[in-house]
Structures are given as structure tokens and as C-alpha cells.
């Protein structure tokens, strides 16, 4: 059963840096293409980075990339989302998405079977 927690958000000043996790207890994310996705207060769920089942195919949105990094662990069944050079605007409940399978890498929500919880990220000026 696939079952995903995220860990690692915080509260931190603009500049700084930040790296989510997301787990899957059920030990299979090695097979599993992989995104996050956030949402921030009044507005609608948009997709940030994504990753194909091997991690090495990857996606990120226009408004992070150069300063966000998705990876994938196999090993230790972990998705990471590295977020450097933080902004206000990244400020939102990140979540972690799996599509069951050996699946390419795909921004699209409904693509996903299963969610996590998600984390809070807040940015302050």
C-alpha cells in the first residue's frame, strides 16, 4: 500500500534554502514517477517539479527552475524536493504525488494515484 509523507518544510527568510522529503512506507517508490505539487492560500493547486520512475528524466515549472531540484533515492525510498533561493511567493503547503508504475514524468495532477499529507513552506521578506 502506498502511503507517502512529506517532512522538512519550515518558516525561513527569503535566500535561504529548504529540502522537502517524501517517503513511501510501502517501499515501492523506486517504480514510481514522482512529483510535487503546491497550493497556496486562495489559489489553485499548481504542479512544481516532477521526476519519471528513474529520476532521470525531470520537469519543473517555469517560476522555480534553476533554483529547485527533484531527485529521487531508490534506495531509500525518497523523493526530495531541494529548494534554493526561496521567495515569498513560494510560500504554500508542498505536496508529494506517486504514479504507480514505471511511468514517464508528467505535470499534470490527475496523472497521480496517490498524495501525501503535504508541508507548510513560509517565506518571509
Known amino acids: 500500500q502506498v502511503q507517502l509523507v512529506e517532512s522538512g518544510g519550515g518558516l525561513v527568510q527569503a535566500g535561504s534554502s529548504l529540502r522537502l522529503s517524501c517517503v513511501d512506507s510501502?517501499?515501492?517508490?523506486?517504480?514510481?514517477?514522482m512529483g510535487w505539487f503546491r497550493q497556496a492560500p486562495g489559489k489553485e493547486r499548481e504542479s512544481v517539479a516532477a521526476?519519471?520512475?528513474?529520476?532521470?528524466?525531470?520537469w519543473y515549472a517555469d517560476s522555480v527552475k534553476g533554483r529547485f531540484t527533484i531527485s529521487k533515492d531508490n534506495a531509500k525510498n525518497t523523493v526530495y524536493l531541494q529548494m534554493n533561493s526561496l521567495k515569498p511567493e513560494d510560500t504554500a503547503v508542498y505536496y508529494c504525488a506517486a504514479r504507480i508504475g514505471f511511468r514517464r514524468v508528467t505535470s499534470t495532477g490527475s496523472d497521480y494515484d496517490y498524495w501525501g499529507q503535504g508541508t507548510q513552506v513560509t517565506v518571509s521578506s
Open positions: 521526476a519519471n520512475w528513474s529520476g532521470r528524466s525531470t
Open positions: 510501502g517501499r515501492m517508490l523506486s517504480s514510481y514517477a
